[in-house]
């Protein structure tokens, strides 16, 4: 799903730069010191239980956004994608120092945003209280399984879905030829907010370390999946996010979630 610009300014690359990363001539990430044998050994048998069959059908989901608000949204994007020359110097300038631009933060109201200052508040306030999720589409995808590893063909929105591999032998979870380092069991607040009782996280970033001191001008690449079993439902949770930036400007950011059934 791709988001609009107004959710590149909130989320964008504000972490990272945090975890352990290297240059883009090396290897980014470790499994963490914590992360136990056991828990990895789990994580990959829960991963096969959900996505190790034929086939399955994915929920493609997004925000329950009002109407009207998804107007305001319209306008925001289109007016800043129109002066994105403006608008890159305008968040460079608070990025830089940084007064705003990280996850949670909304840049100065500005009138070159081409909504109102009240209008601008209902964003703020879509930002503090995170709408519902909700099915915009199911979509099949079907699995090729060769030597204990998983390949996968999806429809619709659920092409991504092309470029993720699962290595259950070697336990590794690999997209577009990146293999994504074991993170552990999703936060407490991710749990909570999405209604799950247990969850796993894959995170991939890689940053090339002389873009990182000047944050508006980032070369970098973050991919993340994260899987949970929801409270009630019988869904499994599943989030696959790509970003790819280059000197400042993105590349790529694709961000598919919903539900496996």
Known sequence: ???????????????????????????SGQVPADTSVV????????????????????DVTGPDIPADVKVILVRFDSAVAADKKWFDEYRKKYVSGGQAGSAGQLLPYNERFGISREEYGRLQQLEKQPPRLVTLAQKSVTVVREKNVLHFRGEGEAR???????????????????????????????????????GYSWRFRKVDVNSSLQ???????????DMGVPAEGGRTFLRINYQDMKEGVSQADLDLTGFVH
């Open 160 to 198: 991504i879905f092309a470029y993720l591999e699962v290595d259950l032998q070697q336990q590794r979870i690999i997209f577009a030829e990146d293999t994504l380092p074991f993170v552990g069991p999703m936060s407490a607040g991710q749990l909570a907010s999405l209604q799950l009782v247990q």
């Open 39 to 58: 828990r990895l050994v789990r994580a990959f048998r829960f991963v096969d239980s959900v996505l190790g069959r034929s086939a399955f059908t994915y």
């Open 215 to 225: 944050s508006y001008k980032i070369t970098a690449r973050v991919v993340e999946v």
């Open 1 to 27: 799903m791709k988001k609009v610009y107004l959710f590149i300014v909130l989320a964008g690359f504000a972490g990272v730069s945090s975890g352990q990363v290297r240059d883009m001539g090396g290897n």
